[in-house]
């Protein structure tokens, strides 16, 4: 029954194709560059106003709320720092010193202007440094 | 105390996974069984599964019928054909018993 | 006690090789004793990790901080409920789980296999066996949850407040019984393979325990989704985010194996496919668990951050490598024994839907591997964002969902133009005039308005569907409720899984609603204002504080109003966990609920100043989220009428 075996394939090819464009339309509409601070700063001046995410650590003593109810800090990944301006949820565990997610972009004004905000998820899985670094101060 | 403990429910473990080494079992075979009397059962088996298959097949034919999904013709057309099945599978199954 | 755990490990990881040599020997020479002592040792592998977990549980409740692992997530102020929950809340304590569930998986297929059989059964224990030893080799030689630490500690680490919540409780052990519970499926593929017999029975047998892993799978995801509602404080459930997605694909390509099993059982075809499909929702569950441990998606430029990756990566690339192999080698026998009747059939709306949730699970897992691929590849992490996935997955969902309502109204086998005009018109024309309603009703977003008539039109099929068999039944003499119990418990798979596609309807109109129909406002409030979001209206009456053992709480109190009548207070809470641990995160916001069928209020405190007295809230209505959860429900139901047994009653063969 060849006739009836080719019907199926035409209609897989059509789904596969049909699929296949549906991926590769909204992966194109909604890729974004994850870069570290330096990796940003790097790429000035072609990266201004291209939404890209970055990642880098809270800077101590930077988190300060702006009038106009955003949120302002600094994050840095040892090498460069950056200035951002949040406008949006802030989770929980955000603070000094904590890895942080921004995604957005970056002014001429050099700074970034960010909607997402994602603290570094707090994972089951932590390392036992702490432990090892407290051992003096808990063990009496 | 934890040691004497563990040491305990090993031995009991390993006892209990090496007595069957030990045993005489016949679940599955008999004594003095020919490997061909034992294949024909197992086909017979089969068989009988695949021959529940087509009756089970052939009760959602006459379901689908009675709920107006198929035609009168497609109806009669696919009870033959799966009758058919059914019938040589019956046939093998007869011809296998008839040679234990 | 520790000891004990910890022995009792290495004893089970020597047991799965024994249990691998002996079963390989007596498949392979069909030697009934060693098959014998290959099932006691199968079952003495579940009792030592069931002693190992009591051992660990044991520990963790009583706060033995010398056992890293312990101290690593418990506190002294821990509540002992959480102590036991502790148990899978860190990577060792999961690992051991995961362990554990396996073996009595494993222990259960021995005890319950009436088709034993020398030929087949002793390669299916081989192969879980070998994934077996994979995991207590971790926990034995990598992350040994019994592991001491050279001193103690006089306090643990704690456990972070946002799991110590009944759903995080569940939610992993649930998934992981989905997770695990794929094994045996694919062992049993897997021995139909290796022992060739690819005849009658595995298909079955992997069908029958196939669907009990997607049903905790199913509820599993649910499970976390509402953690995630109720925890996380944005409003939403769902983020696409890796190790969500890595729960998601195994379920994607599970259902559709669910779909396309049907189709050799009945004609024995799709054998190939099924097979491949099975290995594929093996791969992705194991995937999934190392995703979910191994951070290698989430950070920039980070490859390993444990040790455990590179070992999952070889064990699922020996794992498809072999699996594939073998396939191919016994590829003869897994030929089809019959041809297609007819395109126009439910065969091939079975296959239309195979091929739509493998586009489904193949677009996910794009998305989430796109960093890793990228970084390879070009040397720079692209990735792409929570977008990317509903721009795909929405438009392949509403197709699946048209497909849901289609296939009930097509027969097996072949079907006619003239019976599917018939079968069709009532369906399509109550939801043509379903979907003018409401557009007339004021729904004028095209997704929402597509997916609620889609949704309809399922559930008239649905309705159409239990109306006709009843009515068949009824006209035997049957009155209503012995006709319905019949008609179900006679095709508990047809009916069931209906029941099935009502609970899915159901999730997918609260999603719809929730995602194009909620609004959110961020204000700040002062003593004695008021403030209004869409029928509900909040007087906000001040700050108050209240201390617990394990926390210190802000509360802002607000005076709800629904329609102008008062209906409750809503208390949203900002707390600070009081651990004598050294945890980093020790704040956590409750979200103040008010859940109805109609939708749910969700207030949020962000901010507060105790010398002003204001607060910053985030308040959120989202329409029919509960429909998600009650939607869950009725799924859960309808898998149960699939997996129960029927009372035994004489089926008569009267063809």
């Known amino acids: 029954m060849l006739k009836g075996k080719m019907k199926f394939i035409v209609a897989i090819i059509l789904v596969a194709t049909t699929v296949g464009y549906l991926v590769y339309g909204s992966a194109r509409d909604t890729m974004v560059y994850y870069l570290t601070v330096n990796?940003?700063?790097?790429?000035?001046?072609?990266?201004?106003?291209?939404?890209?995410?970055?990642?880098?650590?809270?800077?101590?003593?930077?988190?300060?709320?702006?009038?106009?109810?955003?949120?302002?800090?600094?994050?840095?990944?040892?090498?460069?720092?950056?200035?951002?301006?949040?406008?949006g949820i802030v989770p929980d565990i955000f603070k000094d010193k904590v890895e942080a997610v921004v995604e957005g972009k970056l002014t001429k004004d050099n700074v970034f202007y960010a909607d997402l905000l994602l603290a570094k998820c707090p994972t089951k899985y932590e390392s036992e440094d702490q432990l090892y670094k407290n051992k003096n101060v808990t063990n009496g | 105390m934890d040691l004497y403990v563990i040491t305990i429910i090993s031995i009991v473990i390993c006892i209990y996974i090496m007595t069957p080494l030990f045993n005489d079992h016949n679940l599955f075979t008999k004594s003095g069984e020919n490997d061909n009397k034992y294949k024909n059962m197992k086909?017979?088996?089969?068989?009988?599964?695949?021959?529940?298959?087509?009756?089970?097949?052939?009760?959602?034919?006459?379901?689908?019928?009675?709920?107006?999904k198929i035609t009168r013709d497609d109806y009669e057309q696919l009870t033959d054909k799966y009758k058919l099945k059914a019938a040589e599978k019956i046939q093998e199954i007869e011809k296998l018993k008839n040679n234990q | 006690m520790a000891e004990i755990g910890n022995i009792s490990v290495f004893f089970a990881f020597f047991l799965a090789f024994y249990v691998i040599i002996s079963s390989f020997l007596a498949g392979k020479y069909r030697n009934e004793k060693l098959f014998r002592s290959s099932e006691n040792a199968i079952l003495s592998i579940a009792i030592l990790l069931i002693i190992a977990a009591v051992c660990l549980l044991h520990e963790l409740l009583t706060l033995n901080f010398n056992l890293k692992y312990v101290a690593l997530n418990t506190s002294t102020d821990l509540p002992v409920v959480y102590r036991i929950t502790s148990l899978w809340a860190g990577q060792a304590g999961s690992l051991l789980l995961w362990c554990l569930l396996l073996s009595i998986y494993f222990a259960l297929t021995t005890v319950t296999d009436r088709y034993k059989d020398l030929e087949y059964k002793p390669y299916v224990n081989m192969t879980i066996a070998v994934v077996a030893l994979f995991f207590i080799f971790l926990i034995?030689?990598?992350?040994?949850?019994?592991?001491?630490?050279?001193f103690t500690p006089q306090e643990g680490r704690g456990l972070n407040p946002i799991l110590q919540n009944a759903y995080m409780a569940i939610h992993p052990l649930c998934?992981?019984?989905?997770?695990?519970?794929?094994?045996?499926?694919?062992?049993?593929?897997?021995?139909?393979?290796?022992?060739?017999?690819?005849?009658?029975?595995?298909?079955?047998?992997?069908?029958?325990?196939?669907?009990?892993?997607?049903?905790?799978?199913?509820?599993?995801?649910?499970?976390?989704?509402?953690?995630?509602?109720?925890?996380?404080?944005?409003?939403g459930y769902w983020a696409w985010d890796p190790v969500e997605n890595a729960a998601f694909?195994?379920?994607?390509?599970?259902?559709?194996?669910?779909?396309?099993?049907?189709?050799?059982?009945?004609?024995?075809?799709?054998?190939?496919?099924?097979?491949?499909?099975?290995?594929?929702?093996?791969?992705?569950?194991?995937?999934g668990t190392f995703l979910t441990r191994s951070g290698i998606v989430n950070s920039v430029h980070s490859f390993a951050q444990s040790n455990i990756g590179p070992l999952f990566m070889g064990f699922i690339s020996f794992i498809l490598l072999f699996s594939f192999g073998i396939m191919l080698y016994r590829s003869k026998s897994l030929e089809s024994e019959n041809s297609f009747d007819s395109i126009l059939s439910r065969e091939s709306a079975f296959i239309f839907n195979n091929l739509l949730f493998l586009a489904a699970a193949f677009a996910v897992l794009i998305g989430t591997v796109f960093p890793i691929i990228s970084e390879a590849v070009s040397g720079e992490k692209i990735l792409v964002g929570e977008p990317f996935f509903n721009k795909v997955n929405v438009p392949i969902g509403l197709v699946l969902i048209l497909l849901m309502g289609v296939g009930p109204l097509i027969s097996w086998r072949k079907s006619s133009w003239k019976t599917m005009r018939k079968n069709f018109t009532v369906p399509v024309i109550l939801s043509v005039i379903f979907g003018i309603f409401i557009v007339f009703a004021g729904i004028t977003e095209t997704v929402a308005v597509i997916s609620y008539v889609a949704c309809f039109f399922v559930t008239s099929t649905v309705v159409i569907e239990y109306y006709r068999g009843i009515s068949v039944r009824r006209d035997k003499g049957d009155n209503f409720i012995t006709a319905l119990t019949t008609l179900i418990s006679r095709n508990k798979s047809r009916y069931g899984g209906y029941i099935i596609h009502?609970?899915?309807?159901?999730?997918?109109?609260?999603?719809?609603?929730?995602?194009?129909?909620?609004?959110?406002?961020?204000l700040v409030v002062n003593k004695g204002e008021s403030f209004t979001i869409g029928k509900y209206k909040m007087v906000y009456t001040g700050l108050n504080s209240y201390v617990t053992d394990a926390k210190n709480a802000t509360v802002a109190d607000l005076k709800l109003y629904t329609n102008d009548k008062y209906s409750g207070e809503m208390k949203p809470e900002k707390n600070i966990?009081?651990?004598?641990?050294?945890?980093?995160?020790?704040?956590?916001?409750?979200?103040?609920?008010?859940?109805?069928?109609?939708?749910?209020?969700?207030?949020?405190?962000?901010?507060?100043?105790?010398?002003?007295?204001?607060?910053?809230?985030?308040?959120?209505?989202?329409?029919?989220?509960?429909?998600?959860?009650?939607?869950?429900?009725?799924?859960?139901?309808?898998a149960l009428v699939i997996i129960l047994p029927k009372r035994k009653k004489n089926e008569s063969n009267n063809v």
């Open chain 3, 577 to 638: 966990y009081k651990y004598q641990g050294n945890r980093e995160i020790n704040q956590e916001t409750e979200v103040a609920l008010r859940s109805t069928l109609i939708d749910d209020l969700y207030v949020i405190l962000t901010d507060f100043n105790t010398d002003t007295g204001s607060a910053s809230l985030r308040v959120i209505v989202n329409p029919m989220i509960t429909w998600i959860w009650a939607g869950g429900l009725v799924l859960l139901f309808g």
């Open chain 1, 39 to 87: 990796e940003l700063k790097e790429k000035k001046p072609r990266i201004y106003n291209q939404r890209v995410r970055v990642s880098g650590t809270v800077v101590p003593g930077t988190i300060e709320k702006g009038s106009d109810g955003s949120l302002k800090f600094k994050i840095t990944d040892g090498i460069q720092t950056v200035d951002v301006d949040y406008k």
């Open chain 3, 249 to 287: 694909m195994p379920w994607l390509t599970g259902t559709a194996f669910l779909h396309s099993v049907m189709i050799q059982e009945r004609k024995g075809m799709l054998k190939k496919w099924n097979m491949i499909l099975l290995i594929t929702t093996f791969f992705l569950a194991i995937f």
């Open chain 3, 175 to 235: 998934l992981y019984f989905g997770y695990v519970g794929v094994t045996i499926p694919f062992a049993y593929g897997m021995g139909a393979l290796l022992s060739g017999k690819t005849d009658y029975n595995w298909i079955k047998q992997s069908r029958s325990w196939f669907i009990i892993a997607w049903t905790f799978l199913s509820v599993g995801l649910l499970l976390g989704a509402r953690w995630a509602y109720l925890e996380l404080g944005w409003g």
């Open chain 3, 502 to 522: 009502i609970g899915i309807v159901l999730i997918v109109i609260g999603i719809t609603s929730s995602s194009v129909f909620s609004h959110q406002t961020e």
């Open chain 3, 140 to 150: 034995s030689f990598i992350e040994n949850p019994f592991d001491k630490l050279s």
């Open chain 2, 43 to 68: 086909r017979i088996m089969v068989l009988n599964s695949e021959k529940e298959n087509i009756y089970s097949e052939l009760r959602d034919i006459e379901f689908d019928y009675k709920l107006g």
